[in-house]
């Protein structure tokens, strides 16, 4: 069976050049980074260069990157980080949206248990916030504003740099999660205007395991650990040299190829939507319709003629080959319907009747009729079945 994976806002396989850049750092070259002898300082030369690499392609200084364990924990860091820090000062009110990750909306709840006040703005049906609803909830204490660059459920991409001046007018600072954009289109800090910027290396054919933080310098931020002097006292912990090289490797050949293959990806997304809604005329394109990343194509399903979870559905296009996500998601043993999807006003029956196709590097134009095939295939199994 030949098996299709469009599920890469999950994650991507890792590239064979990254892992060829990597491999010497298991071994060869294994110092740790801190160490001041010769093998230490070896390893340390590598890290620092992975760092400016990866620094210079977001339009960031060496020094304002900060390695971490991948999106959540960059996440975690910036809005905790950040609230922590500025609760000394009298600023402690956080601002997000309804339609972020969960890396973004968990610790602004936990957040509130130590005395945040947390506004959590709704977002429109293509799962937009405009920067007049961030204007109209900043307060004098407003200490972060946290806005994704774009949506990885349904690709929306956000007027960040436009949200950015109305919360630095109104005195907070900006945090955008861009794990989704940086490699697939231009995701530049000085360009956003954000004062930090959650990257992680997994999304972009690079390894699991490795993040970072773009933190402006200057910016007030408390570590989440404490236990060592690296990452300039920031994020302690012995640095991860081949995967910082390997991340590095993976946002160089994911930049350089960006033009091309999202214009690539653009059409396959185009296609498959284009052929779904031709075949499925009660089928709903979730998203904004022309601000959107490229690779994502998030489909709900009509819930009155496809009475069953999204999930079944996905188990279904699994046991053919074809690795989809739904828009549910197993929260305390049950399915639950997307919060973004939620968010953006589906009913829970519709958001359950979802299925998210994310493109990537694998695939190819005869994957979409592969796929509307068995879709229509497995519909007509379900709809007889009832
Ligand atoms: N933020 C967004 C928008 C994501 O899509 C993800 C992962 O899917 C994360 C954060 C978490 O990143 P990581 O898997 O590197 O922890």
Known sequence: MKRIYLDHTATTPLDP??????????SDTFGNASSVHWYGQQAKTVLEGAREAIAKMIGAHQ???YFTSGGTESDNFAIKGVARALARRGKTHVITSKAEHHAVLDPCEHLVDEGTEVTVLPVDGNGLVNPDQVRGAMTERAALVSIMHANNEVGTIYPVREIARVAHEGGALVHTD????TGKIPADVRELGVDLMTISAHKMYGPKGIGALYIRKGTEIDSLFQGGGQERGRRPGTENVPLAVGFAKALELACSEMGAESTRLASLRD????RISKEFKDAIVNGHPTVR????LNISFDSRRLPLEGEV?????????IAVTSGSACTS????PSHVLLAMGRDPKTARATLRFAFGRSNMEEDVEVVVENLKEILALMTHAR
């Open 17 to 26: 050049r990254v892992l060829e850049a990597m491999r010497p750092y298991f």
């Open 63 to 65: 020094g304002e990157v």
């Open 178 to 181: 861009a794990v989704q954009t």
């Open 271 to 274: 296609l498959l939507e284009k």
């Open 293 to 296: 990343l490229p690779h994502i």
């Open 313 to 321: 559905l996905l188990m279904n296009m699994d046991l053919r080959g």
């Open 333 to 336: 043993g049950s399915m639950q």
